[in-house]
């Protein structure tokens, strides 16, 4: 049996689009350590694998441009440092104590692979994200954008590579700039933590044209998603795995026992998550769309779940009396996707799988990141449909819902990918997939010379930006 490690953000689709890997190598008689920061712990707690709370590992995103932090430039350089210093040191001693045969990264915290990578480690990244690998068929998943077989698509795409790029590019002279000014930057991270392992950072990155969304040459990828929900690609991607949408197996516990609306009539199911980043008014007004027009105008039965009490109780007060509507801050999903017939969503990866492992049509809203790629995937498929969340009125949601409802043709297409879906578990291609890479697949090239041999290998087009 393998030891695997799991190094996880903390943010909720990370969390709950990983664990149910990892559920399934414990449930497979593998060791597991599951390490997050200690609320993201408390979440999952529950979900029968081992885990570990390891603040240290998550940094804090609350330094920013100021005054202040200006004036601390050099002690904010000095304390990153220090700071991963330490992680070094706590690093050393869980690979000492749990000896992982694979170390999973979650992309978020990749910089700090080279000191998994200084203590011989053998580790792969875990994509809860569309795979960004660039293709002349594949927009990158920042945009909405519906590929086609003709040559304007192909045109199309290659341009939207190239604003993905400028936009990165923009990302990048920030990050300079950040670094300059108050000492740290997202970037900053990777450059500190190089540095202290001696680590050869020049020819082991792998650019990608999203800052957040971080990959090397060495190190394999698996993509926690079935290859039929991504758009047909022209060119093979020989160092990703998908290995299906490994949905957790176990029902989330709900904020307050669960309370469906009154009625017998279709159930709308409405959730855009829990990241705000600055957008809690233009959520509760969303909210309020979907409200007013699925629950009050529409007359459906309408199942709110905000991610938030506070926003939950300020809603429910607005439409109090109407039993057809039910307003919470917390739901169980996958145990409310079972009655749900449609899914109204921000196009997170975990929601969408969700989603069809229930068999449940969406109307997806994208707001940012990899959700419009997501959203764009819904379509391709015919899964459902894809609206402005900007720009959408009461009348467009109704209008949407509606559409799904009468036209039972996307749940028939959301069933045929859910039997696909079910294909990755039947063959055991989860654990089939980590075992190989245990044993031939995931070993990073540690002299500098065979790195530099492996680096020349990749033909030229592939290294530019």
Same mark, same amino acid.
């Given at each position: ?6 190094? $996880?953000? !903390? ?27 200690? #609320? ?12 570990? *709370? ?5 940094? @804090? ?20 440092? %220090? ?6 040191? $706590? ?9 992982? %045969?694979?170390?999973?990264? %979650?992309? /978020? ?14 580790? #792969?990244?875990?994509?809860?994200? =569309? ?11 920042? /945009? ?11 045109? #199309? ?19 300079? /700039? ?10 900053? +991270? ?7 392992? +001696? ?32 758009? &047909? ?14 949905? *957790? ?11 469906? =609306?009154?009625?017998?009539? &279709? ?17 509760? !007004? ?74 449940? &049509? ?7 990141? %990899? ?38 043709? /996307? ?47 990749? &033909?030229?087009? @592939?290294?530019?930006?």
């Amino acid at each position: 049996m393998a030891r695997f490690l799991f190094l $996880i953000d !903390d943010f909720a689709g990370h969390l709950f689009a990983t664990v149910g890997l990892a559920q399934r190598a414990h449930e497979a008689g593998h060791q597991v350590l599951f390490v997050s920061s200690a #609320a993201a712990i408390e979440k999952v707690r529950n979900k029968g694998v081992p885990v570990l *709370a390891e603040d240290r590992f998550i940094l @804090s995103r609350n330094i920013v441009m100021s005054w202040g932090e200006l004036r601390r430039r050099n002690s904010n350089r000095s304390r990153r440092v %220090d700071h991963f210093l330490e992680i070094r040191g $706590i690093v050393r001693s869980l690979v000492d104590r749990f000896r992982p %045969d694979l170390v999973l990264f %979650d992309p /978020f915290l990749l910089h700090l692979f080279p000191f998994f990578w200084e203590v011989n480690a053998n580790c #792969a990244s875990v994509s809860t994200k =569309p795979l960004l690998t660039q293709d002349p068929q594949v927009p990158p998943y920042t /945009f909405r954008y519906c590929p086609k077989t003709t040559r304007t698509s192909r045109a #199309a795409i290659l341009a939207l590579w190239w604003l993905q790029k400028l936009k990165f590019s923009g990302d990048c002279l920030r990050d300079k /700039f950040e670094e300059l000014a108050i000492g740290v930057s997202s970037r900053s +991270n990777i450059n500190v933590t190089s540095a202290i392992a +001696n680590f050869p950072l020049s020819t082991m990155w792998k650019s990608r044209p999203v800052r957040f969304d971080k990959a090397f040459w060495s190190m394999p990828e698996i993509v926690l998603q079935a290859k039929e929900f991504d758009f &047909p690609r022209v060119n093979s991607v020989p160092d990703a795995y998908f290995i299906g949408p490994c949905v *957790a197996h176990d029902d989330d516990e709900a904020d307050v026992p669960l309370k469906y =609306p009154e009625g017998t009539g &279709p159930l709308v199911y409405c959730s855009l998550g829990t990241v705000r980043r600055g957008e809690t008014h233009r959520m509760i !007004d969303f909210y309020r769309k979907v409200i007013r027009g699925v629950g009050v105008k529409g007359g459906y039965r309408l199942l709110v779940a905000t991610g938030s009490r506070e926003e939950a109780t300020k809603l429910a007060s607005e439409f109090e009396g109407y039993g057809n509507i039910v307003i919470l801050g917390w739901a169980s999903q996958r145990q409310v996707l079972t009655d749900a017939s449609i899914l109204i969503t921000h196009g997170g990866g975990t929601s969408i799988k969700e989603a069809i492992s229930k068999c449940v &049509p969406m109307v997806v809203f994208p707001r940012r990141a %990899d959700q419009p790629g997501c959203a764009s995937r819904v379509v391709y498929h015919r899964l459902g449909t894809a609206h402005s969340f900007r720009t959408c009125t009461e009348k467009s949601i109704k209008a949407a819902v509606d559409n799904l409802i009468l036209n039972s043709s /996307f749940r028939d297409r959301v069933r045929t990918l859910n039997e696909a879906f079910a294909g990755y578990d039947a063959e055991d291609i989860p654990m089939r997939t980590l075992t190989r890479l245990v044993t031939t697949g995931a070993k990073q090239c540690h002299r500098h010379e065979d790195l530099l041999k492996q680096v020349a290998s990749i &033909p030229p087009h @592939s290294l530019q930006l």
